[in-house]
């Protein structure tokens, strides 16, 4: 067996993901103590520029699980593309379990983003591009995976999930760039751009929560994509029962008709 799905029997974690969650929990336990009590607030990087105060720690949550989201909706991209090339399994699964962690991920970005939304703006939503143009990205991932359970034959469901995997990836650049080719409310790019508009501590606190979210990800697809397995190995074997029963009770029918009822 793939040492990847190598699972403890009672669950999908190995030795090896006991291993890194726990190492995990740390990281996001030092970035949260970063993140909301050691860095300072932000006081703007000029006389001119309007400061966010202690409103910056949101994005220090915000940002990188919006990155996450991104990452996850890739990887169902690539993948996608590798299984209509390749037409193995594994590329189908991994997109699907990817899709879905990005889901998660997005209705973070799209919480966080609420709240920070109800401070800066004085409102929980507001049809800006950025907001509009995510909540439509994650309707068509919803709709990715309500399309995986609406079909039953998996060679079908697995063409057709990695056409609609690739084509709902055109609208994450359209997320990203957003604020760049719509005049909006939300704040414009902060890091993304060769003068960051933070720096120091600020700065070291989005970029490790960047990578700890990417991280969190990484950990959460390890063991989605075992039980994503072990789903498709349980419907495998449910298919092949029915099958047979099918037969046996067609053979069955055969033998007792009478030859001249036929």
Known sequence: MNPLLQTHPDGTASRGSRIFGLLLAVAVAVFLAVALVISPPDSGANASENSMGELVRIMYVHVPVAVACYMAFFVTAVASVMYLIRKTEGWDLLAASSAEVGVVFTLLTLATG???????????????????????????????LALRSAVLDPVVRAKRAAVVGLVAFANVPIVHYSVDWWRGIHQPATISRLDPTIDGLKLFALMFGMLVAVAVYAWLMIHRFRLEYVRARLEEKGLDSALAERRAEATTATLTTPKGAL
């Open 114 to 144: 609420s709240v920070w939304g109800h401070i800066a703006w004085g409102t929980w939503w507001e049809w800006d591009p950025r907001l509009t143009s995510t909540l439509l990205m994650l309707i068509v991932y919803v709709g990715y």
